[in-house]
């Protein structure tokens, strides 16, 4: 881990109007202890970057003693046609030069915003290394044969999953869900192949900006931040202040 955990002696006790036995938000902080980043050590483009990010936080997964869970789990933050934003962890299932992919029902809260709002933003929130990565950009759809192919590499109860749920939409109970997918899973058998939804698909995030955020003392943080004009323009490469 890269941060010790501790709190100002001057800043413990209850904070003013808390509850009794409420935790003393005012005093909880991590204090982080990672090396910096340099601009001198980033790549020409932020997907390389992020490959290398990425592959920490995999090897961190991957370890038994490891304390970073799912690296690949991501925050998509959409807003709506009147600007009210919303947010919710999806999985990252490919990425390249392109953009950042990740799959969705088509019918669901955040396909409806990014229908009426394509800009949005992802976040991977890699704590325990004292680190995350936002990007931001548009959403586009990808290919139907992109889509497909994807799909049919999901575990057959995920491709049910997509079948059964009409995600987003309200429901009377658990059992009705229960009882769609029960369905489904009759009329499609282990093994038998499962057709891709025709409104299920993925997103293609195009970034023009992709941050990397590095945890250091005393708040002063490191924030490199790629950015462009547009998808043919070269990437520039900017220190934030934190």
Do not use: C
């Not at 575990?155 to 079948?163: E, K, M, N, R």
């Not at 009882?179 to 499962?194: D, I, K, N, S, T």
Request: charged share 25%; hydrophobic share 35%.
């Amino acid at each position: 881990m890269t941060d010790s955990r501790a709190t100002d002696p001057d800043e413990s006790g209850p904070t003013a109007g808390s509850p009794a036995g409420a935790a003393d938000l005012a005093a909880m902080r991590a204090h982080y202890v990672a090396e910096g980043i340099a601009e001198a050590d980033f790549p020409a483009d932020p997907f390389e970057q992020f490959g290398h990010w990425f592959a920490r936080a995999a090897a961190e997964a991957a370890d038994p003693t490891g304390v970073i869970h799912e690296p690949n789990a991501m925050v998509v933050s959409t807003a709506d046609a009147q600007g009210r934003p919303s947010s919710r962890t999806v999985l990252l299932k490919g990425y390249d030069t392109r953009g950042f992919v990740f799959y969705t029902n088509y019918e669901s809260g955040k396909a409806r915003d990014i229908d009426a709002n394509p800009h949005v933003s992802l976040l991977f929130p890699w704590h325990p290394m004292a680190r995350q990565v936002i990007v931001t950009g548009t959403a586009e759809r990808t290919g139907r044969d992109e889509t497909v192919r994807y799909f049919r590499s999901r575990p057959h109860g995920s491709q049910l999953g997509a079948w059964a749920s009409a995600q987003s939409s309200v429901i009377g109970s658990r059992a009705e869900l229960d009882a769609a997918y029960a369905e489904l899973a009759a009329r499609h058998p282990e093994g038998e192949q499962v057709p891709a939804p025709p409104h299920w698909g993925g997103y293609r995030v195009v970034p023009d900006a992709v941050e990397f955020w590095q945890g250091r003392t005393d708040r002063l943080h490191d924030r490199l931040r790629y950015v462009r004009e547009d998808a043919s323009a070269p990437w520039t490469l900017q220190r934030l202040s934190p």
